[in-house]
């Protein structure tokens, strides 16, 4: 256990940060993964599943809980599967 104060402090913010971007990572899986069945089962509400996940990786990314990099390719793979999925 820290006995610095400024280590005390540091604890406790890594430890809401930590929690926050658990929470962030947790809803972007979720959200990827609703879209994901909502194209394979050619759901009429698909887009718009697509569309509030590309949302929040892209939201992700900008507060810095995800890289941008991974929010880009995330949602690339997501739109490459509508597409793929509207083409047939």
Do not use: F, P, W, Y
């Amino acid at each position: 256990m820290a006995n610095i104060k400024s280590q005390i402090k540091r604890n406790r913010s890594n430890e809401r940060r930590r929690v926050r971007n658990q929470a962030t990572r947790s809803e972007l899986k979720t959200r990827s993964k609703s879209a994901r069945v909502a194209i394979e089962n050619g759901d009429e509400h698909a887009a718009e599943a697509v569309r509030a996940a590309q949302a929040r990786l892209g939201k992700a990314a900008a507060k810095g809980r995800i890289h941008k990099n991974q929010a880009a390719r995330r949602t690339s793979r997501l739109m490459r599967r509508a597409a793929k999925s509207a083409q047939s």
